[in-house]
């Protein structure tokens, strides 16, 4: 399938953005540590060039921290379509200014800064509306002069998203954040300057999580009083519980299979929850304990691992991309009216669909889209995490340097140990903070 995309993004072209992935390398030929892809399930730490201001735009972010996503191991399973061997991943990171671009007024060397995952120009229609994940001048993806520039996500999806770091070329090819520099285009459009006073662990998830948990919240419309159910307890599903809480759900029910995901979400969040291995008919289990249905349904999962035996052929046949599973079972699920939300990501099409529940019921079927991080980032800060009303350490479950990265992927895959969050650091790291975990090699509690 990659040969494949990445032949027909080669025919198609690209198309002419605002900013560039290349970059320019430091003069001095010095490297650095960084993880990249060579193949599905084959990822590995390589000394990659330092880069260098290569736009006026530009700001080098030298990296205090950095993660791995869930939507990471789409990549690593090579789901996502047009990714190619060597490039940078990682698209949640934080760090320090490290050089800027002659244009760059505002940022200065040494300020600590969080990196939105997306990358906007700041300029076009969507980015004046804070809707950075929709710019529209910074994903170069590909078209064809033989036809209507007609970009290879255009002719997906009819559009385009804006160019994300370290997310295949279909989202720009920019290299990504697991590495110890980035380039960041646009760089005082996508970095937040961070006060002093609150720590790198309670911020560096402002770059993916925290905004895409709370745009699934907000965008889905939970209010006061609503029973919301959420598919999915990794990190994403973990805060869009806390989330639904704090806009005022009166019930938050968590579905899952993993028994340290379930715990987690009963121990750390205090919500209900629902093992789908034990409970193999969801619907006839929510309708069960809680009468009447879901106002709310949020998918906060996703597509690499079908339930069932008809979608496991169906996606090693390639005959549909990603699986309706958790999507029909959200629809019946809901009360009339009801709402349904995805916030997991997916990349193209799929079999089986009940759109017959979906119109007779009325329900609002919401594609949430990648969350517009500009959006909701500052009012998540100032609002929330610096209050301490919010605090995003609680889904840290590991912290490793840097070196481990490949191991990482593979304990991440396979839910070693409990895990839900890992803090990576790199050699410019700050210690870890008060309440936070230490560090750990994946050797020692991946076995």
Excluded at 35 to 42: S, V, Y
Excluded at 246 to 251: E, K, N, Y
Excluded at 259 to 273: G, H, M, N, Q, V
């Amino acid at each position: 399938m990659q040969a494949a995309a990445n032949k027909f993004q080669e025919h198609l072209g690209t198309v002419p953005t605002a900013t560039t992935p290349e970059y320019k390398h430091r003069e001095d030929g010095s490297k650095m540590k960084a993880l990249a892809w060579f193949g599905p399930k084959d990822v590995r730490l390589v000394e990659a060039p330092i880069p260098d201001i290569t736009e006026p735009d530009d700001i080098v972010v030298k990296v205090t921290g950095t993660t791995i996503c869930g939507s990471d191991l789409h990549l690593y399973h090579g789901e996502i379509m047009t990714l190619q061997k060597g490039d940078i991943l990682g698209h949640e990171f934080m760090g320090v200014v490290d050089r800027i671009g002659p244009n760059v007024k505002d940022l200065k060397p040494g300020q600590r800064v969080v990196a939105s995952f997306q990358i906007a120009c700041g300029k076009c229609e969507y980015c004046k509306q804070k809707l950075s994940s929709f710019c529209d001048r910074t994903n170069n993806s590909s078209y064809t002069r033989l036809t209507f520039n007609c970009s290879l996500m255009n002719y997906m999806y009819g559009h385009r998203d804006a160019g994300f770091f370290g997310y295949s070329h279909l989202t720009g090819g920019f290299p990504g954040g697991q590495a110890e520099y980035v380039r960041v285009p646009f760089g005082e459009v996508n970095l937040l300057p961070i006060p002093e006073g609150v720590s790198d662990e309670q911020v560096i998830y402002l770059s993916d999580v925290l905004p895409t948990s709370y745009h699934a919240v907000v965008d889905t419309g939970v209010k006061k009083g609503d029973v919301v159910g959420i598919w999915g307890l990794g990190p994403i599903g973990q805060c869009v519980a806390r989330w639904a809480k704090a806009m005022g759900a009166s019930r938050v029910i968590g579905i899952d299979k993993v028994p340290e995901r379930l715990a987690f979400a009963r121990e750390k969040s205090d919500i209900e929850t629902l093992d789908f291995t034990e409970h193999k008919d969801v619907v006839k289990r929510l309708q069960e304990i809680a009468p009447g249905g879901l106002d709310v349904a949020i998918d906060a999962g996703s597509f690499h691992d079908p339930k069932t035996l008809l979608h496991k052929v169906q996606k090693t046949l390639m005959l549909e991309t990603d699986v309706s599973e958790i999507h029909n079972e959200m629809i019946m699920s809901v009360k009339k009216m009801g709402r349904c939300g995805i916030i997991a990501a997916y990349a193209g099409y799929t079999n089986g669909f009940n759109i017959g529940a979906l119109m007779e019921k009325g329900v609002r079927f919401i594609g949430n889209g990648q969350a517009p991080v500009h959006k909701w980032w500052e009012e998540i800060l100032n609002n929330w995490i610096i209050p301490g009303k919010f605090d995003p350490t609680f889904m840290i479950t590991h912290r490793v340097p840097i070196d481990d990265m490949d191991k990482l992927y593979v304990a991440f895959d396979q839910r070693k140990n409990g895990v839900e969050k890992v803090f990576v650091e790199t050699q410019f790291s700050n210690p870890p903070s008060p309440g936070c975990p230490k560090t750990t090699r994946v050797e020692q509690w991946a076995q």
